[in-house]
């Protein structure tokens, strides 16, 4: 009795091939025969194709297949075809499991500032008839479609969506709209992988000045500090940063004495030499 091949994800060794970061496998073996038994997980989707047309979508379970493909004995296909099959079969896996895609990249506020932006996105395939979309609409090169290949489709859609927000807000409001982005970006992104046969689930949103100095003097003004007062704090924590025994003076305003006597104030001079004048 002749043993049924068996086609799945599983490699000899029983390692699962569709880890987190793969949507789409492509059987990778020319071995699909009239009678191979096809094994879907439960967290897939098999489509499968005859030279280039899809004989059908496949869920949960294991499944004989069945082809128009007739037999050819012996001599004749070892002449015409090698020994191989002329009907060439692919078995398309689609992972159905929920995947965490992160984009990243620049964008700029009302000012012209340069932001940073974290984007987490979460996606899975749904249907069958959304597995189907998306053998037919988004190509591959090899036999995967890993997450990096759908970041690559989603980022200019979502540069777009987070710009669209961010080149009208004013640096200091941004975060205060974050709530308006994450909504701008799901429904902007989420209409652009449907086409895909994609469902967007969550979306997690991070916007923050790209300059440290910008990110560290808004930090100060959250705290009610005004501009000025906000320069002179980051000034001080510079210079209590190198050691300066003078910081506390910049934060106070006060001038600095040794042993009771004020330093006098530096004359840079015409030239910007410094030349330091006697008395308070």
Known sequence: MAIRNVISTLTPTGEEIMGPDVLLYHYPGNDILNGSLLTVESNHFCVLKSRGAILNVYETGQYPVETPQRVIIGAIQQAFYGGQSPWQYEAIYINRAKL??????????REMAQLHYQVDYYIHVDSKEDALKLVQHMPYQGHFIKTPEVNAYATPVLEQAINQVCQVTPLEQINERIHDLTEVVTAQLQEFLSTYGITLNHVKVLVWPADPLMKQLIALRAFGLPEERAVQYHIAMLMAERGLITAPNIVTGTG???QGLPLAPVDLGVHGEGARRPGG
Request: no cysteine.
């Open 256 to 258: 600095f004495t040794i």
């Open 100 to 109: 965490v895609i992160r984009a990243e990249g620049q964008a700029l506020s």
